[in-house]
């Protein structure tokens, strides 16, 4: 039996306010192969941009980690996309002007401008 200790570090993204920080024992036995921690992400309405934590794993009995570290990036839910509905768009000289679409994807709860 191997017992791998999981446990998240802050990075850019700090436990307790982006996610909540965990340690917690997996327990590997002769049949088991793959485990799974849960790690609770933090839906908050503030717009940021992506963060970071690490999660790190050790072992008792010691054996062979790679890698011991993984990064997990947090992407914000709040951040409002905004792109050209077309990637490109075609003006003839004798129409006198032309348009270009801007389309907003996402909520957002205060007005801005581009």
């Known amino acids: 039996t191997v ?3 999981l ?8 436990g307790g306010e982006d996610y909540d920080a965990v340690s917690v024992e997996l327990v ?8 799974c921690a849960e790690i609770p ?14 999660v790190t794993i050790t072992s008792d009995p010691p054996v062979i980690i790679d890698p011991p570290t993984s990064i997990v990036t947090v992407v914000d839910n709040d951040m409002v996309l ?4 077309f990637p490109d768009y075609t003006f003839f000289e004798d129409e006198g002007s032309g348009f ?14 581009v």
């Open 41 to 54: 992400i933090t839906d908050d309405p503030l717009v940021e941009p992506p963060e970071t934590f690490n």
């Open 3 to 5: 017992n791998i200790t």
């Open 7 to 14: 446990e998240t570090l802050p990075g850019s993204a700090a």
């Open 100 to 113: 270009v679409t801007v389309v907003k994807e996402g909520v957002t709860t205060t007005d801005f401008q």
């Open 82 to 85: 905004v792109r050209f509905e």
């Open 28 to 35: 590997f036995n002769a049949t088991v192969s793959r485990s």
